[in-house]
């Protein structure tokens, strides 16, 4: 094997690397290549690669075999490009020392400028430069980089020693009062003299050592200090935060110094090439007269604006224009630019792809397109799911800097992104009546439970003290866009006191918090929010998102009002319409179903059952009118019917009075519904094994309400669903009962209904043997909610003990991501394709999707695309973030497949239930080695 | 396709079928074809299928096309071979119609005799045999079978005619006191005669139609009514209560009448070629001199015994003897046979393979290998898992049938077979007082947890009101062989009051019951038992069984008790040792597990933990001495931690006190401790993620006791199993961990131990992701008890409610056998072959058993065998139960595979924990596609 190259040089419009090497150079690295290469004005340097820090790491902290040498080859090349040399008495050459990984990291190491000088050198630079105050002014600041950054000297102790000299010097010379401040630019050259020595005095006593005054000590010393930053504890629990993982480490730039702190003619500046806020086509940045990047960071002065540049030096400003102008046609992106004008000259020190707010991501993509420096296709790959995300929910408004540092109280998981604030109710019917007074109003719980679910719709936001980000709580509020923050574990909630109390802060029934879903904060008292609002360039995105994608994006939806809602976010029909959350809807129909429950026979449950059935049919003919022309699955009942009863002694006596039975008969009926393991029992298609009255009502109400509105003209779709399934005997029975009830009806209706049916795939044992349940499905809806908890045998309401351990990489770190939230594709992918790959091997035609909360997820929406799947159902809040990834996915697969794969088509496909067509071959086939989710 | 053969003759000699046409022509008409192809004498006649059954009913009771015309033609052809012609007026051929399945079902139609007697041909007969009182009896029995069999009028109608003859006309002409009975015999020709007019009038006045004078017409209303009585409900039931499944229909035998009521040279009787109760080579049967089959049935005289035949007819049982050899030389098996003598000739009418005894079983197998009639091979293939079942459990004297019939209580579900007796008591605590007073302790309970373990194993027998098969008290019951009665739901407890009632019957506290575990029938009082008695035989059949399995039998043992009684049951190491019980075992050990689970902090833990450290490190040096020179795989902690602590209010109190912790404290805990789905939450290594000193304390201890057994000559082989796995990760870490602390006490203790890391497959993601997971363990073992809940989505605890509908193939029918007793291969099947191929894919060396509680279940045995696992485990009165279902296994495949399989090795294996083999190719392969489970 040949030995790696460790080091890469960049200099005189050539480079060794290059704009897309980020992973090996990082991004500072790979930007300097580039910039040198396309013929930018970039200092020469060189980067020593990321490898070399994760082979530092691996070795015991100890550099691989070579480095020295390529590093000091790379300095003789370096001083002979710039014609000067480290520690050159007369003229040396300077460098700065730079960290730099594949993605920024604030929480690195930062920059240290002016390497190379040393007490000879210094006097060199004064010569060369005719300006001694700023030779020793750079010589100062050098040592105080140094011996902060790169030693771990206490900056303050540097800051102390400039105090006293600024004191006990400049202060007496100058005659200050003792209100003036004493500049940094008051201390003169003498003064400047004596705070070297001090320097050097502070950093003997700190280090046992004397200051380094060999250049190439200096060089070593900083490249040993960005390496060990990586792993200092801070850069580690940035990564931790950000989700970082699989970063190598941090490469190092080593670069030629240029100045601009040498006059007015000088400077510094950031820019971006587009307005990162508005996305607007406009020059967007700060510039520092005569300063070095480090005062920018400082913060001692206050920048002007671009505009202000071209004014202060028109010369400089036409460089830095056409340097904006060749970066966005070479990247075809919005740049983040870093750069220095010494005395006239621009250099270039950094580029980047620019950070963006979500509308102007939108615009700078649609911009572009017009611009024609990208195609669709691009636009449509280059917005992010937080980009949706982020123009869908209101969010606080971050410029309350002082509200949010003063009014914090703590934190909890985000579950919905968005910002909500109203007054603190700890019941749903309280939170309920108070809505309807038109109060603003957030619900705070333990936890929810579907009987929360008005209190909830009720309210702004939902904080609850219990649950992760697929309790309940997180997947009602979900599907409403609604935010929600779960498992805040320091919320002491008093249900009977009415209060809550978190970090020592007491709020009670009727103050004001606001929540911020995206972070996951909460805050005391009404902060302002700012409104969301859809930018025109959102629209002619999602228009090309829907021409390139082969998939359909159907919505969880179980009202009418939902349905609706999802239709105007581009939902093509329902994926998964929850049937007993109607039951939920009224005192009437709770009661009914309870009814239905506590019977003791047959005859008595069919008469409960009837009393439900106009309630049904009523809501379905809803969804089928707000659905009209598309497909809409209807789950028959899930849950144990435990759900539906009260627990607590007052409800079972009211419900024995209503429904003419003793307390003692209903609290014993409660009691045989318990069970140990209600993930795993009486539920699903086996409620309807057990009582078949229930399929019996659930498909009269449904193909009744289908007859009903096909008569008024509608075009109607019913997909008849069964939950739970495990064996094709089992699939069978039930489907023959569903066709007879419905056949029953239609023919007595005289109306032609086409309906479907078919069956979920949520237990292993159902997708390991999909080849026999495929024989007597019309389609599969993959549920991979429940299909996650049984293949991984966590339960979601219970893995929040254990579950941050598993995702967290310095922990076990088995899972990159939560699986709950994106799909486990190693271990439940797997599973997907063999019920897909075995389905379609017995019914070629099978209709198959996804309606488990990661029908929302883009990387799981992703997954399903290339699995072969005709269509995902997202919630409806998640539909514009599903078709976004689907079009992603298409888009991806083009670019791996080449020609033959549907290209963006110029016109707008035709709405109706048309078959879902399979994604294209070559995209299923794709997804025979998938990356693994689970990290190895 | 050529039409089917509906119709098989067979007399003189000659048969259509064969013995080996079970499934066509049922049990019966097979025996018949068989005995008159070798010769034996066998009346002729014909046997119509068991298909044109299945057809009758899937073509709504409708006779197939041909059928009416083959049976004519058959009727033709017996006519000729017996020279006699149906209804002939001098000479009249008879006929019986039986019915007979496949298997043995005392549920179906009784026998129809004399068929073919008309108001005419009674007359041939009495002619023929000069003997009309003979053929008036026959004419009327005739009508009253055909009348009551056939036509369903009420027996008691008939015998209320005979009685009304006999006590109005014979009563008078014999002048017999009214204390004396008249008997059948009694009544003259004349009365007879009178008698026939009489049944004649009572079938026309009940059908509405004369008694049929068409002996065809009377063939088919007897055809038609055996093809009615297989749907009747007894049927039904009674296939349901023995779940006979896939058996197709009742085929019928028309046979010619032989009469064994012609007078004292002639008679019937019913014989065993062997003791059926203790298996001696001893002629076995009773004989009943002039009387026809019915008259046994009737129990009207008392059978004489065989020795009693031989001198009362010696060459008519010399005829019979000479049968019973043939027979048996013949089918090489004891045979059941029913024979007829008319007038001193033998006529064979059955003969079926002879139900017996356990012992009687083993006594016969091992004799015929002895006498050369069959190989070991055949000898082992012929035990049945009841066999050895019914020699280990003590059993209810069944000679108590008037207290089986009025002490009996309820029935419940029979989760361990066997009988116990003793007094009731309700809470484990008192049941382990009482018993350690020497009194025989029945525990009855709502349901058992961990903590009753105690009282559990101090009592005879174990009763609960809840739970399924495989529930703690199921289980752990099954683990002692002690008997078990659980989910007896009609069993209403009261705690408070100390007594239970079940069916109107109530039971005190300190009242006897006796328990029957093999039926689920409770009964007051206290019953004789049985008690078993290991015949030799056992001992031989068990050597041969050993010599020919290939795969390992090890078992489930927590304890050095165990452990011991295991190893004397044939266990070869232990499968899996469960760690958590032995925290139950003393007040100090719960206490500090306790401790452990209170604590707040790693160090508490580690505290609470080096309490238990001594413990657990004898406890295993127990079972390693007990296991000395086997393996012994030992599962580090799995249950959730609330398993542990107590969870009403003064147990918490206790416990706060106990540990120096406020009662709140220990709520809070206890209540954060609480998971909805238990059975998915926080327990497997998931613990030992969460909490390492816990993996820390359980190694130290087994290596430890390894070490101190090792060094006092002990073999000891220990096995570190981690449980509920789903990924590579995940295992990797845990093995290091486990190594880690393993590798520093073996080198600390300088003694050579080798031991094992393996991991459970209990997961679908484990077993899917089997060849990532290799790379980490030494060994697999299925947890088939947790793989079958998460594949099937299906809590064992809650099944109940449901799981009874799934295998009632009247109801569901998705399963033939309960999950949870007997593998669902087709599901949970596909998952271990898929993991344990993965597995070898990655480690071709990888051991593999099974340790649910499927390791006991043979049918599970076998497939584990034929799926090419090492070994399986069961509990310890299981482990003959698997040592003999392995060696059936093995023998099947040798048999399907033919040489280069192992066959009967003369030697012993020498003990010791050599590499348990995979099983043999062919065998492995053969798995591909076994038979499903599930039914289709």
Known sequence: ????????????????????????????????????????????????????????????????????????????????????????????????????????????????????????????????????????????RFIMMYGSTAMGISREKFDHAFDQI??????????????????????????????????????????????????????????????????????ITYRKVEKLVGVKGTAVNIVQMVFGNMGSNSGTGVCFTRDPNTGENKFYGDYLVNAQGEDVVAGIRTPIKLSDFEKHDPK??????????????????????????????????????????????????????????????????RIKTSDIEGIFYPAIDKSQVQQLKSEFIVNGIDAVPGAACGKVYFSAAKAEEMADLNEKVILVRKETSPEDVGGMHAAQGILTATG?????????ARGWGKCCIVGCEKLEIDYAKKMFKANGITVKEGEFITLDGSSGNVYKGELKLVAPKLPESYQTIMKWVDEVRTVKVRTN?????????????????????????????????????????????????????????PFQTKDFEGIFKAMDGYGVTIRLIDPPLHEFVPHDEAGQKALAKAVGKTFEEV???????????????????????TYPEILEMQVTAIITAACKQTKKGVKVYPEIMIPLVVDAVELALLEKQVRKTADAIIAKQAVKVTYLVGTMIETPRAALLADQIAGHADFFSF??????????????????????????ENKAGVFRLDPFQSLDQAGVGLLIKTGIEKGRSAKPSLKIGICGEHGGDSESVKFCCRAGMNYVSASPFRVPVARLAAAQAAIADKASAGPGVKAVKKTVKKAGPKKEKKATSTAAKKTASPKATTKK
Chains 1, 2 share one sequence.
């Open 1 to 140: 094997m040949a030995k790696a190259k460790f080091v890469y040089s960049f200099g005189n419009k050539e480079a060794e690397g290059s704009g897309s090497m980020k992973e090996l150079l990082g991004g500072k690295g790979a930007g300097l290549a580039e910039m040198t290469m396309i013929g930018l004005p970039v200092p020469a340097g060189f980067t020593i690669t990321t490898e070399v820090c994760d082979l530092y790491y691996k070795n015991g902290k100890k550099y691989p075999a070579g480095l020295v040498e390529e590093v000091e080859k790379h300095v003789k090349k370096l001083e002979k490009t710039t014609g000067k040399k480290l520690g050159d008495p007369s003229d040396p050459l300077l460098v700065s020392v730079r960290s730099g990984a594949a993605v920024s990291m604030p929480g690195m190491m930062e920059t240290i400028l002016n390497l190379g000088l040393t007490d000879k050198s210094v006097e060199g630079l004064a010569k060369k430069t005719g300006n001694k105050r700023f030779a020793l002014d750079a010589y100062r």
């Open 166 to 235: 600024k004191e006990t010097v400049t202060r007496k010379r100058l005659k200050l009062a003792a209100s003036v401040k004493v500049g940094d630019t008051d201390v003169n050259e003498d003064e400047l003299g004596a705070l070297i020595s001090n320097f050097k005095a502070l950093y003997k006593k700190e280090i046992k050592k004397d200051f380094p005054q060999d250049p190439i000590e200096q060089l070593w010393g900083a490249i040993g200090a960005v390496f060990g930053s990586w792993m200092a504890d801070k850069a």
């Open 316 to 381: 400089a400003y036409k460089q830095l224009c056409a340097v904006r102008k060749t970066l966005e046609t070479h990247y075809k992106e919005m740049q983040d630019l870093e750069f220095t004008v010494e005395e006239g000259t621009l250099y270039m020190l950094q580029c980047r792809t620019g950070k963006r707010s979500p509308a102007a991501a939108f615009k700078i993509a649609v911009d572009m397109v017009t611009e024609k420096l990208i195609s669709k296709e691009t636009a449509v790959s």
């Open 468 to 476: 992760g980000k697929t309790s309940h709580a997180a997947v009602v």
């Open 557 to 613: 939806a179980d009202t009418p009002y939902d349905a609706t809602h999802a239709r105007k976010l581009g939902a093509e029909g329902i994926g998964l319409c929850r049937t007993e959350h109607m039951f939920f809807d009224s005192e009437e129909r709770i009661l009914a179903i309870r009814e239905m429950i506590i019977a003791d026979n047959s005859q008595n449950r069919k008469k409960a059952l009837a009393k439900l059935l």
């Open 667 to 689: 609290r014993q009926r409660v009691e045989q519904l318990h069970e140990a393991n209600p993930m795993l029992g009486h539920r699903g298609c086996r409620l309807t094994i």
């Open 783 to 808: 549920g991979t909610n429940d299909l996650t908890q049984m293949t991984l045998g966590m339960s979601r309401d219970d893995a929040g003990k254990f579950l941050p351990d598993y995702i967290d």
